[in-house]
């Protein structure tokens, strides 16, 4: 059992076994601590033996009926509302949709479409590209296509999709943050995907951002979206990757280990694995430098200060090692392909 601050108990349960392949756990790391969120309690992280496997996973988790207990204040809550007011801005939007019109085929017929050669500038700019492809999670442009995000939050990436031409709706847990989508007007139901019922081959696209090492049990959640795309339909999914270079540099004050919170963390193998095992054979995994400067920020202020305040940013030195760590990043990407802080899963039914 652990305590959170506000007295609320979880109950947990044994994990002794690997859920991709049933092989037993090693110790990864132990007397881990809740730093973002601060509940109190011990946890420990096991890695799989398998090496053609890889999956670490939290051994105990908190059981099932426990993890509402685990969001009372996570950032899913939390609106930024972002406005181009400034002309710089203008023409910073203009170039990246000048650049998502040659990556993925968005505002066909537009001026941006015309002139879409201008978004090669953005070559010159590794992180923001990573940040452009996230923003359409890697999809190609669908007009009227049927999209679906899972835990989609205050629903900001569906809005942003569907002012691009998606049909788009949500699901999401915390019902905070669904009465603020459906404040953007974005569709959005209160739930698990399971509780949703929905037919089979009812969607073109399902997209997960940073939910699958959330869950219980993620090839269940990968089987049901296998069932309810339609054939040729995609799933895009990013997740962290236990096998970054943030992860070998900070080791257990890496950000993303997030305990109790993250139940499951993968590498590019146990990713594949697990999509495998839920129905997916063609797939495209890769790794990418997104949000890596955040990312090895927060893991430095971790291991300084034993704690990180969301939405902190950078400044003098600081702020030059973390764009160092994130070119350094970029070059092992290119050499290695499976160091980035993110793993990016596209999978076709
Ligand atoms: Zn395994």
Redesign the pocket.
Known sequence: MHNLQDNKIIETESKST?L??A?PGRLLYDKLTDKLFRSTGEWTLKK?V?KE???VWLDPAPRESELWKLYANYYTHVDKSCQATSSIKRCYHFVRDCYLSLRFGYFKGLRQYQLRWIGTLLNFFPARRANLDFSVMYLNNKPGGKLLEIGCGNGTMLKYLDSLGWQVEGIDFDPIAVEKARLKGINIKLGSLKDQHYDENTFDAVILSHVIEHVPDPIALLSEIHRILKPGGMISLVTPNINSFGRMLFKNFWLHLDPPRHLFLFDNN?LLKSAQKAGFNHMAINTTIRDTEGLIFASLMLKRNGAFQMGTQPRGMVKLFAKTMCLVEWTLVKIFRSKGEEISLIGIK
């Open positions: 690997c991709v392949c092989q799989c398998n496997c890889g999956l146990s």
